[in-house]
T-cell receptor
Framework: GAVVSQHPSRVICKSGTSVKIECRSL??????MFWYRQFPKQSLMLMAT?????????EQGVEKDKFLINHASLTLSTLTVTSAHPEDSSFYIC??????????FGSGTRLTVV | GENVEQHPSTLSVQEGDSAVIKCTYS??????FPWYKQELGKGPQLIID?????GEKKDQRIAVTLNKTAKHFSLHITETQPEDSAVYFC?????????????FGQGTTLQVKP
C-alpha cells in the first residue's frame, strides 16, 4: 500500500530557531501533499496544500512566511517552521494522495519549542 | 468552505457492545467521506471510507452509512474490543478522485471497557 514517511518524529528546538520537517512518499509519486497541525485533544487543522513545482496554498489564518512549504519533487514536501516560538509547539502531520489509495498520512512530528 | 461536525466527543461502551459515531457536513459538493482511527502520538489510519454514490459500506465489524440528502454519515462498530479504544475522526472532501481538501470533524474518543 501507499506509504508516507515523515521525519523527524520528534524535535525540540530553542525559541527563535527554525525547524524543517520532511514528508516523503515512499512508493508512489505525490503531486499533492497536505500539511496539518494538531493541538492536544483537538482535531487536525489543515494548514496548507502543497503542489509539486508550484507555490503552496495556505488556509486562512496560516502565516505563509512563518510556515514555509517546499514541494520540489514528486516524492518530497518540506515544512519549515521559521523563528519558532512556544505557541508553535504542536503535532504536525502530512498527507499525500495516491490514486485509489486516497489520502495517506504520515506518522506525525511532535514539535516542542522551548 | 466545508464544515464537518462530529458527535459525540466521547463515547464509552462495554466490550461486545456497538458504537455509533455521527457526522454532518455542510458542503453538498463533498463526495468522499473517510473515517480515521488515531492512536496517541501517531498519524491517523484509514479504517473505512464511502463515496457519494454509495449509501452503505461494510468491512467486517465496521460499517459506514451515508445520507446525502440530510448531509450526514455515520460510523458503526459492532462487537467492540478493547483494542478499538482510540480517537476516531470523520472527514469530508470535495473534488474528483480524492483531489480536494480533506476537512476533519472534531474527533470522538472511544473507550471500550473490558
Amino acid at each position: 500500500g501507499a506509504v508516507v514517511s515523515q521525519h523527524p518524529s520528534r524535535v525540540i528546538c530553542k525559541s527563535g530557531t527554525s525547524v524543517k520537517i520532511e514528508c516523503r512518499s515512499l512508493d508512489f509519486q505525490a503531486t499533492t501533499m497536505f500539511w496539518y497541525r494538531q493541538f492536544p485533544k483537538q482535531s487536525l487543522m489543515l494548514m496548507a496544500t502543497s503542489n509539486e513545482g508550484s507555490k503552496a496554498t495556505y488556509e486562512q489564518g496560516v502565516e505563509k512566511d512563518k510556515f514555509l512549504i517546499n514541494h520540489a519533487s514528486l516524492t518530497l514536501s518540506t515544512l519549515t517552521v521559521t523563528s519558532a516560538h512556544p505557541e508553535d509547539s504542536s503535532f504536525y502531520i502530512c498527507s499525500a494522495i495516491r490514486g485509489s489509495y486516497g489520502y495517506t498520512f504520515g506518522s506525525g512530528t511532535r514539535l516542542t519549542v522551548v | 468552505g466545508e464544515n464537518v461536525e462530529q458527535h459525540p466527543s466521547t463515547l464509552s461502551v462495554q466490550e461486545g457492545d456497538s458504537a455509533v459515531i455521527k457526522c454532518t457536513y455542510s458542503d453538498s459538493a463533498s463526495n468522499y467521506f473517510p473515517w480515521y482511527k488515531q492512536e496517541l502520538g501517531k498519524g491517523p489510519q484509514l479504517i473505512i471510507d464511502i463515496r457519494s454514490n454509495v449509501g452503505e459500506k461494510k468491512d467486517q465489524r465496521i460499517a459506514v452509512t451515508l445520507n446525502k440528502t440530510a448531509k450526514h454519515f455515520s460510523l458503526h462498530i459492532t462487537e467492540t474490543q478493547p483494542e478499538d479504544s482510540a480517537v476516531y475522526f470523520c472527514a469530508a472532501s470535495t473534488g474528483s478522485s480524492n483531489t480536494g481538501k480533506l476537512i476533519f470533524g472534531q474527533g470522538t474518543t472511544l473507550q471500550v471497557k473490558p
